[in-house]
């Protein structure tokens, strides 16, 4: 049970995930309405900096707002991203996947929320949107049909029409990733879905943007690795020098010359069929396709006598 709501009070690793992903690195520009929220300014960078606890205290607030929904599929939750970089698509429909809720990701049609005669016309109970600055069609639609609003706002943000504003750093790639997470976490929690004491097991990874041109670059590189590793095994090469050859000069200094002579007369003549079955001495043993280095006289000569077939074939269809 919550005692004073010490079960919603952050810990030292959610401040310290929440200082890696810059989530308290603001703009250099500051809104009159998210000036309650800066903590101080640097001086060397002029980037002005939030204050965790009150990021913290409203990112809770939206989680119990969120949760008081009954349907989930009535929570929208909207990323367009029409003027920069798509950083918050991934983190929202991961969002909507955990928590059950409607994702619009990408494009927002206008009238979607005020004109009837859309098929996409939807009626939600409340508006979660990434950047007001970059969804400003549907909050400003959203205020035409009385639809609460809660944002994640940065310094430079306005809060016109915003109900609920989660101060923290919505242009981060990290940053804006982590906070969708946390907020994840904690309407589960509050659902009772997993528990408070331990760790939940979905990583944060997966709310990460990821860009499909570097994610092809890095799976191409990837198959090309494991390309070269596979054909280093198995594949001879020119400088390769044969054991057999190796060994030649050894078995030549310990014979004596003059049983040369006798030993090649004592033995008798190979025969053509023998000769063909049996491979080249001084050629290994490989498992070559056809064309190799490596291949028997038998193994030349079926290939040579179905080449030749082949084109026999060919003549007499032509002909």
């Given at each position: 049970?919550?005692?004073?709501g010490?079960c919603?009070?952050?810990?030292?690793d959610d401040?310290?995930?929440?200082?890696a992903?810059?989530c308290?690195?603001g703009?250099?520009?500051l809104?009159?309405s998210?000036a309650s929220?800066?903590?101080k300014?640097?001086?060397?960078?002029?980037?002005?900096?939030f204050?965790?606890?009150?990021?913290?205290?409203?990112l809770?607030?939206?989680?119990r707002i969120?949760?008081?929904?009954?349907?989930?599929?009535d929570?929208?939750?909207?990323?367009t991203?029409?003027g920069?970089?798509?950083?918050?698509q991934r983190a929202v429909?991961?969002?909507?996947?955990?928590?059950g809720?409607?994702?619009l990701?990408g494009r927002?049609?206008?009238?979607?929320?005020?004109?009837?005669?859309q098929?996409?016309f939807m009626?939600?109970?409340?508006?979660?949107?990434?950047?007001?600055i970059k969804?400003?069609?549907p909050?400003?639609e959203a205020s035409?049909?009385?639809?609460?609003v809660i944002?994640f706002?940065d310094t430079?943000?306005?809060?016109?029409?915003v109900d609920?504003a989660?101060?923290?750093?919505?242009?981060?790639?990290?940053?804006i990733?982590?906070?969708?997470w946390?907020?994840?976490?904690?309407?589960l929690?509050?659902?009772?879905q997993?528990?408070r004491?331990k760790?939940?097991?979905e990583?944060?990874?997966?709310?990460?943007?990821r860009?499909?041109d570097e994610?092809?670059?890095q799976?191409k590189e990837a198959?090309?690795k494991?390309?070269w590793?596979q054909?280093?095994?198995?594949?001879?090469?020119?400088?390769?020098?044969?054991?057999d050859?190796q060994?030649?000069?050894?078995?030549s200094?310990?014979?004596?010359p003059?049983?040369?002579p006798?030993t090649?007369?004592?033995?008798?003549?190979?025969?053509?069929?023998?000769a063909?079955a049996?491979p080249?001495p001084?050629?290994?043993?490989?498992d070559?396709?056809?064309?190799?280095?490596a291949?028997?006289?038998?193994?030349?000569?079926?290939?040579?006598?179905?080449?030749?077939?082949?084109k026999?074939?060919?003549?007499?269809?032509?002909t």
């Amino acid at each position: 049970m919550c005692i004073r709501g010490r079960c919603m009070k952050y810990t030292s690793d959610d401040i310290t995930m929440l200082l890696a992903a810059h989530c308290h690195l603001g703009t250099k520009n500051l809104n009159r309405s998210m000036a309650s929220y800066v903590w101080k300014r640097n001086a060397d960078t002029g980037i002005h900096i939030f204050d965790l606890k009150k990021t913290w205290a409203k990112l809770m607030l939206a989680a119990r707002i969120l949760v008081t929904i009954e349907n989930p599929k009535d929570i929208v939750v909207v990323a367009t991203q029409s003027g920069g970089a798509p950083y918050a698509q991934r983190a929202v429909l991961k969002f909507a996947k955990y928590i059950g809720a409607t994702a619009l990701a990408g494009r927002f049609t206008p009238g979607s929320f005020t004109n009837q005669i859309q098929k996409k016309f939807m009626e939600p109970r409340i508006l979660l949107s990434a950047d007001p600055i970059k969804d400003h069609q549907p909050i400003t639609e959203a205020s035409y049909a009385n639809i609460p609003v809660i944002a994640f706002a940065d310094t430079d943000t306005p809060l016109r029409y915003v109900d609920c504003a989660i101060p923290c750093n919505n242009k981060g790639k990290y940053s804006i990733a982590l906070m969708f997470w946390l907020l994840t976490r904690e309407v589960l929690r509050l659902r009772d879905q997993i528990p408070r004491e331990k760790q939940w097991e979905e990583p944060v990874d997966l709310f990460i943007y990821r860009d499909p041109d570097e994610q092809e670059k890095q799976d191409k590189e990837a198959e090309e690795k494991d390309g070269w590793e596979q054909g280093g095994h198995g594949v001879a090469t020119v400088g390769d020098v044969p054991q057999d050859k190796q060994q030649q000069p050894s078995t030549s200094t310990t014979t004596p010359p003059a049983q040369q002579p006798a030993t090649t007369a004592t033995t008798p003549p190979a025969t053509t069929a023998t000769a063909a079955a049996t491979p080249h001495p001084e050629l290994p043993q490989t498992d070559l396709p056809q064309g190799g280095w490596a291949q028997t006289d038998q193994q030349r000569h079926a290939r040579r006598h179905s080449l030749l077939q082949k084109k026999a074939e060919y003549c007499s269809v032509l002909t």
